[in-house]
């Protein structure tokens, strides 16, 4: 029994050649309640903290088994936590389930030091609907969500809305569980609310070029609430009921991560950060009339976005390499703006003030 985390949690430990397998149990409220966590070898000093949730009438057994989150957690150095709900399920309206997550967190913090600025939740069918309830309530304590199959049926109520959670969602064209000709109308309240511009980027098949692909990817961004940047991206698998997709087209786990890590919460948790690779710099710095970039990878495109989230302006290198760019402010243009700026193998995106 292991004592000193924190109140209320005892730990059991699983040594593996490769890693960690850990139980950890809680008592919330009146509930003991429990979750598996897997570490790899070598983590940082700081590694992010990835929370995985099972849908209905599972376990984290179960969403352990579906999402298989240890291989990516290998190569990216990050902790992971499966937790189980109280009877299988999930508390959507009220506290018991958000004193659970906290309470990971918390402890995640404790035994392995990990970075509050980069905690993701992610879950399938009522799992992820308690990624968006976890989002919603408590948006200075999660960077990024990644749902999959399922979001709030009856629509958000009362959340906190100091800063809009970037979020990946993944769903079946055919599933009618949670059903799919629902969820653009979902998503519509949160690209309005979060300013992102009405008309998205489609990408067909997903990932391009790869023709054997179900897969469409929308994507509405970047978004900017006061200030503060965002994005919202949609994979719609074309062939796929209500279930979790490992493969052919694409590895779900694998998107949300790609996703989620891009986040970290900043100026106490009211913003978000882009995190660029590590191998690409940029500097944006607005100069007079314009702004100038200067990269150290080609600059694909850049794009200003005003704080309604629509499209002011956008340069391209129309086909020659450029490190460098500038671009004159559209006119009339003041306040808070996002920079996007899209370079080889990554995007950048920077909130400037003009007075």
Not at 147 to 167: D, F, N, Q
């Amino acid at each position: 029994m292991f004592r000193s985390l924190a109140a209320g949690l005892a730990l059991t430990t699983l040594p593996t050649l490769a890693a960690t397998t850990e139980t950890w149990t809680f008592a919330i409220d009146t509930s003991t309640r429990t979750a598996i966590v897997y570490v790899p070898n070598g983590i940082p000093a700081s590694p992010p903290l990835f929370i995985s949730m099972h849908g209905l009438s599972g376990n984290a057994q179960m969403q352990q088994s579906m999402a298989r989150v240890e291989p990516v957690a290998d190569t990216a150095k990050f902790v992971v936590v499966y937790p189980t709900g109280l009877n299988k399920q999930w508390d959507l309206s009220g506290t018991t389930d958000l004193k659970f997550l906290l309470k990971i967190i918390d402890s995640a913090a404790t035994r392995y030091g990990i970075d509050r600025n980069r905690v993701y939740s992610s879950g399938f069918s009522m799992g992820g609907m308690m990624s968006y309830y976890f989002a919603c309530k408590y948006p200075d304590k999660v960077a990024a969500i990644g749902p999959g199959s399922g979001y709030p049926l009856g629509g958000e109520y009362g959340c906190v809305k100091t800063r809009p959670v970037p979020i990946l969602h993944i769903h079946g064209a055919l599933d009618t569980f949670v059903a799919y000709k629902n969820l653009h109308s979902f998503l519509n309240t949160k690209i309005a609310d979060y300013g992102c511009p009405t008309r998205g980027d489609t990408v067909t098949p997903y990932p391009a070029g790869k023709t054997s692909s179900t897969v469409t990817k929308e994507s509405w961004g970047p978004c900017t609430k006061n200030g503060m940047g965002s994005d919202i991206v949609l994979l719609t698998v074309g062939d796929m009921t209500h279930n979790y997709t490992l493969g052919p087209s694409i590895n779900e786990t694998v998107e949300i991560w790609n996703f989620v890590k891009r986040y970290s919460l900043g100026g106490g948790g009211n913003s978000v950060l882009d995190r660029p690779s590590e191998a690409n710099s940029a500097s944006i710095r607005a100069l007079g009339t314009g702004i100038q970039v200067e990269s150290s990878r080609p600059i694909l495109r850049i794009r200003i976005v005003g704080s309604n989230g629509r499209i002011l302006s956008t340069w391209d290198p129309n086909k020659k390499t450029s490190f460098e760019a500038s671009l004159p402010l559209p006119a009339g243009a003041s306040g808070i703006l996002l920079v996007e700026v899209t370079t080889t193998g990554s995007r950048l995106l920077r909130a400037i003030a003009i007075p």
